[in-house]
């Protein structure tokens, strides 16, 4: 059996790195990161470019702000626990054991590695693949592989890059790390301090039995671990799969183009992760937290699930253009539903239908310029009243499942009514109960022939009740034009209507 | 003596520069045609309506326009293709078009509506602009339509807008509709009261009321209609000796709401 190995990935700087993981045009900007409560808030991370200008973490508000070209952001967890599902899924494409080691402003975890040469090849080229995943996703770890689960725990947390340490020479990689990275209590460290103990090389010489006698049973934990021989037992978590991303914004965003240009960059970052789980995006939800308003929340739901950002980055576009937020966007959360990537089977023979993707935006655009319920399919319902149908939203239906009309070559050619909406108040002349003449806003018709009365009614029992007698009337204008029209008097009013023209 | 194809070689090239190919018929462009299901209408367009190209029915109300459209649209879906309905005033009745076999989930409808509903009223009511807007909406939808692609046939529903807003469309809209159904292979069908989109236009029919039947006096048995071509794509006209001249009208007759029952 092959000794145990262990890899271990650490991101620094993670509420920083969390943030502009999503805020990619901050990225070359000096960036610090306020926690606390206002006034009281204090610097928790920065980038390079921070430091580089002067500060230092644990700063106050107001020596940032005294810092010129600096950007402050406050911190956010939710954003934080978003990047660190990342990590773990980006992680968890290596081993399926992992155990995540991070503490408040760290990301990290470990990946129990024993066996996997065969797939990844030796150590090294697996923790640049790890980095290279991480990087891909954002976010910049630095890889320590060792034998030891706690040695490379610690190397990862104090060295950049990738480490490899060989089985044995823990001590050794070991040597020059600062006792701080034990993260001793502070009593016992300023003991350290007094003996002139500052490095794990000279805590790791002293002899195990004065030490405990002196510092008590953990002593020996301490002195193992800076050795590289405390042993560990392995707890693995579930790496669950969960495609959600977050952003919250130092300021209320009222401008659709700042929230889309987030949008854009959450809407990859999940394409991504879906894509590398062989996945593709079916639904997506938004949801904004906004400024003194209920929270807004729509669903997009492409056709086919795709993976395509573009496009869904046009159907987010148009949602939000169609149903714009009612007030100042605090947070935007876009969570996705995986669904299996589409495939298309087509036929060589089968007639060409529009390309489902292209046609949700079409649908989009077109209900932006007429109308949610304005666009789709007329289906007729199952009632008696006439005229009455519903609109479902329009798909492309399979033809093998399609419903299939009646043949229509053998249908006859049947006059088509044109539906006026909404129907014309008309004051109808009647002859023995027969209209001979009706008038409208306009002109005025003499009936030549009229058909009828066609009398109908129901649901009495509701306020939807209707009771109509219909005339199919043969008309000709004052103009001279001959119509042919549906007029329908309504029974409890006593009102007549022109409903439609036969056309 | 040279022979007369020797000759009409030796003229064409003497010609070249001015007249290329000048005794050479130019090939004829048979348009694909889709049949509109009434055979009286397929026989005068010689197989039916144009595909990727545009279509115009016009003709006043009750004139057979939208019989016509849908007997077309049935047509269509039967054979398991997709079409639109971009209706400016909102009124194709979803029970006709089931009853002429339209397969309703095969049809995209776009109601356009009126934009200023439900605004606050003003002091004097501008009545053109309503219109406008809908036609404006219709417009931009057929845009939209035609070039997403893959719709056999889009029928404009222009038929309850006024002539004289119609009208107003600019010929280059026509012209690039045009060319966008012809790239897409979908048949777009205008439904107006009068022709609009001229030399863009490869069919122009003209309907008109005859007259309606009448079951024992108590039902509107059907109607009776004419269609007389307005104009027709070169390819679809008949040559003849004679010189090229316009087809006879036809007429069709469609059945009412009494005849539908009774063939039920």
Same mark, same amino acid.
């Given at each position: 059996m092959s000794p145990n190995l262990y890899a271990c990935a650490h991101a620094e700087e993670f509420p920083a790195q969390a943030l502009l993981r999503i805020r990619?045009? =901050?990225?070359s900007q000096p960036v610090a990161i306020l926690d606390g409560r206002p006034p009281l808030e204090m610097v928790c991370s920065l980038n390079r470019q921070t430091r580089l200008k002067g500060a230092a973490l644990g700063m106050t508000r107001l020596e940032t702000e005294s810092i010129s070209g600096l950007h402050l952001l406050a911190r956010s967890l939710e954003t934080e626990a978003a990047a660190s599902a990342v990590f773990l899924e980006c992680a968890a494409h290596f081993s399926p054991r992992l155990e995540s080691v991070s503490n408040e402003y760290a990301c990290a975890c470990v990946l129990d590695i024993t066996g996997t040469e065969r797939l990844f090849g030796p150590p090294e080229l697996l923790a640049e693949r790890l980095r290279a995943a991480l990087a891909s996703s954002g976010l910049r770890a630095s890889v320590a592989v060792s034998a030891n689960f706690h040695t490379a725990c610690m190397k990862a947390a104090t060295t950049r890059g990738i480490t490899v340490i060989p089985p044995g020479q823990e001590a050794a990689a070991l040597s020059r790390l600062s006792l701080a990275a034990l993260n001793l209590p502070i009593d016992h460290a300023e003991t350290f301090a007094i003996w002139g103990i500052r490095t794990l090389a000279e805590l790791a010489a002293l002899p195990e039995s004065d030490l405990v006698a002196r510092l008590g049973p953990q002593a020996r934990d301490w002195r193992n671990l800076a050795r590289g021989v405390l042993p560990h037992t392995f707890q693995p978590i579930e790496a669950g799969f969960s495609l959600q991303e977050f952003c919250a914004f130092e300021t209320p965003v009222e401008q659709i183009d700042s929230l889309l240009f987030i949008g854009a960059r959450m809407i990859d970052c999940l394409a991504t992760r879906a894509a590398t789980h062989a996945l593709s995006l079916a639904s997506l939800a938004v949801q904004m937290q906004l400024d003194g308003a209920p929270v807004y929340q729509r669903t997009i739901r492409p056709a086919l699930a795709t993976i395509d950002r573009k496009f869904l980055l046009k159907l987010l576009q148009l949602e939000i253009a169609a149903h714009p937020p009612q007030a100042a966007v605090l947070s935007l959360t876009l969570s996705a539903q995986a669904g299996q990537s589409s495939k298309v089977q087509l036929g060589l023979f089968a007639p060409q239908t529009p390309e489902p993707s292209r046609l949700d935006v079409t649908i989009a655009r077109l209900k932006a310029i007429t109308g949610e319920d304005r666009v789709g399919s007329p289906v007729l319902e199952d009632s008696h009243r006439p005229g009455s149908f519903r609109m479902e939203s329009f798909a492309i239906a399979n033809s093998s499942s399609a419903y299939k009309p009646v043949e229509s070559s053998s249908v006859l050619p049947r006059m088509a009514l044109r539906r006026i909406r909404p129907p014309t108040p008309v004051r109808v002349q009647l002859n023995d109960l027969k209209p001979v003449a009706f008038r409208d806003r306009e002109q005025s018709f003499k009936v030549s022939a009229a058909y009828g009365p066609w009398r109908t009614s129901g649901c009495w029992w509701s306020t939807e009740a209707w009771n109509t007698e219909e005339w199919d009337v043969l008309a000709k204008s004052s103009s001279g034009a001959s119509i042919a029209c549906l007029l329908v008097r309504n029974c409890t009013h006593n009102r007549w209507q022109l409903e439609a023209f036969y056309d | 003596m040279p022979s007369a194809s020797a000759l009409r070689i030796q003229i064409e090239n003497a010609l070249e520069r001015r007249f290329p190919s000048a005794l050479t018929p130019q090939p004829r462009t048979i348009l694909e045609t889709a049949s509109t299901g009434i055979p009286e209408v397929d026989r005068l367009l010689d197989g039916g309506l144009p595909v990727g190209a545009i279509s115009e029915i016009t003709g006043p109300v009750s004139s057979g326009r939208t019989s016509l459209a849908l007997a077309f649209l049935a047509q269509r879906t039967s054979e398991d293709r997709v079409c639109a309905w971009v209706d400016a005033n909102d009124s194709l009745d979803s029970e006709s078009a089931a009853a002429n076999g339209v397969a309703l989930k095969q049809l995209l409808w776009v109601r356009c509506k009126? !934009? =200023? !509903?439900?605004t606050k009223p003003i002091e004097r009511p501008d009545f053109s602009r309503p219109v406008f807007s809908r036609l404006d909406q219709a417009l931009r939808a057929t845009d939209l339509l035609l070039q997403a692609g893959g719709f056999a046939a889009l029928v404009l529903d222009l038929g309850s807008t006024a002539p004289e807003h119609a009208a107003k469309v600019s010929l280059a809209t026509w012209f690039r509709f045009r060319q966008a159904a012809d790239r897409t292979r979908c048949s777009l069908l205008v439904l107006a009261q009068e022709p609009l989109s001229q030399s863009s236009a490869a069919v122009v029919l003209e309907c008109a009321p005859l007259t309606a039947q009448s079951a024992n006096q108590t039902v509107l048995g059907g109607c009776s209609y004419k269609v007389s071509p307005g104009r027709l794509a070169s390819s679809i006209k008949t040559l003849s000796i004679a010189g090229q001249r316009k087809p006879p009208a036809v007429e069709w007759s469609a059945t009412g709401a009494g005849q539908r029952e009774a063939s039920a």
């Amino acid at each position: 059996m092959s000794p145990n190995l262990y890899a271990c990935a650490h991101a620094e700087e993670f509420p920083a790195q969390a943030l502009l993981r999503i805020r990619t045009e =901050l990225a070359s900007q000096p960036v610090a990161i306020l926690d606390g409560r206002p006034p009281l808030e204090m610097v928790c991370s920065l980038n390079r470019q921070t430091r580089l200008k002067g500060a230092a973490l644990g700063m106050t508000r107001l020596e940032t702000e005294s810092i010129s070209g600096l950007h402050l952001l406050a911190r956010s967890l939710e954003t934080e626990a978003a990047a660190s599902a990342v990590f773990l899924e980006c992680a968890a494409h290596f081993s399926p054991r992992l155990e995540s080691v991070s503490n408040e402003y760290a990301c990290a975890c470990v990946l129990d590695i024993t066996g996997t040469e065969r797939l990844f090849g030796p150590p090294e080229l697996l923790a640049e693949r790890l980095r290279a995943a991480l990087a891909s996703s954002g976010l910049r770890a630095s890889v320590a592989v060792s034998a030891n689960f706690h040695t490379a725990c610690m190397k990862a947390a104090t060295t950049r890059g990738i480490t490899v340490i060989p089985p044995g020479q823990e001590a050794a990689a070991l040597s020059r790390l600062s006792l701080a990275a034990l993260n001793l209590p502070i009593d016992h460290a300023e003991t350290f301090a007094i003996w002139g103990i500052r490095t794990l090389a000279e805590l790791a010489a002293l002899p195990e039995s004065d030490l405990v006698a002196r510092l008590g049973p953990q002593a020996r934990d301490w002195r193992n671990l800076a050795r590289g021989v405390l042993p560990h037992t392995f707890q693995p978590i579930e790496a669950g799969f969960s495609l959600q991303e977050f952003c919250a914004f130092e300021t209320p965003v009222e401008q659709i183009d700042s929230l889309l240009f987030i949008g854009a960059r959450m809407i990859d970052c999940l394409a991504t992760r879906a894509a590398t789980h062989a996945l593709s995006l079916a639904s997506l939800a938004v949801q904004m937290q906004l400024d003194g308003a209920p929270v807004y929340q729509r669903t997009i739901r492409p056709a086919l699930a795709t993976i395509d950002r573009k496009f869904l980055l046009k159907l987010l576009q148009l949602e939000i253009a169609a149903h714009p937020p009612q007030a100042a966007v605090l947070s935007l959360t876009l969570s996705a539903q995986a669904g299996q990537s589409s495939k298309v089977q087509l036929g060589l023979f089968a007639p060409q239908t529009p390309e489902p993707s292209r046609l949700d935006v079409t649908i989009a655009r077109l209900k932006a310029i007429t109308g949610e319920d304005r666009v789709g399919s007329p289906v007729l319902e199952d009632s008696h009243r006439p005229g009455s149908f519903r609109m479902e939203s329009f798909a492309i239906a399979n033809s093998s499942s399609a419903y299939k009309p009646v043949e229509s070559s053998s249908v006859l050619p049947r006059m088509a009514l044109r539906r006026i909406r909404p129907p014309t108040p008309v004051r109808v002349q009647l002859n023995d109960l027969k209209p001979v003449a009706f008038r409208d806003r306009e002109q005025s018709f003499k009936v030549s022939a009229a058909y009828g009365p066609w009398r109908t009614s129901g649901c009495w029992w509701s306020t939807e009740a209707w009771n109509t007698e219909e005339w199919d009337v043969l008309a000709k204008s004052s103009s001279g034009a001959s119509i042919a029209c549906l007029l329908v008097r309504n029974c409890t009013h006593n009102r007549w209507q022109l409903e439609a023209f036969y056309d | 003596m040279p022979s007369a194809s020797a000759l009409r070689i030796q003229i064409e090239n003497a010609l070249e520069r001015r007249f290329p190919s000048a005794l050479t018929p130019q090939p004829r462009t048979i348009l694909e045609t889709a049949s509109t299901g009434i055979p009286e209408v397929d026989r005068l367009l010689d197989g039916g309506l144009p595909v990727g190209a545009i279509s115009e029915i016009t003709g006043p109300v009750s004139s057979g326009r939208t019989s016509l459209a849908l007997a077309f649209l049935a047509q269509r879906t039967s054979e398991d293709r997709v079409c639109a309905w971009v209706d400016a005033n909102d009124s194709l009745d979803s029970e006709s078009a089931a009853a002429n076999g339209v397969a309703l989930k095969q049809l995209l409808w776009v109601r356009c509506k009126n !934009q =200023l !509903q439900g605004t606050k009223p003003i002091e004097r009511p501008d009545f053109s602009r309503p219109v406008f807007s809908r036609l404006d909406q219709a417009l931009r939808a057929t845009d939209l339509l035609l070039q997403a692609g893959g719709f056999a046939a889009l029928v404009l529903d222009l038929g309850s807008t006024a002539p004289e807003h119609a009208a107003k469309v600019s010929l280059a809209t026509w012209f690039r509709f045009r060319q966008a159904a012809d790239r897409t292979r979908c048949s777009l069908l205008v439904l107006a009261q009068e022709p609009l989109s001229q030399s863009s236009a490869a069919v122009v029919l003209e309907c008109a009321p005859l007259t309606a039947q009448s079951a024992n006096q108590t039902v509107l048995g059907g109607c009776s209609y004419k269609v007389s071509p307005g104009r027709l794509a070169s390819s679809i006209k008949t040559l003849s000796i004679a010189g090229q001249r316009k087809p006879p009208a036809v007429e069709w007759s469609a059945t009412g709401a009494g005849q539908r029952e009774a063939s039920a």
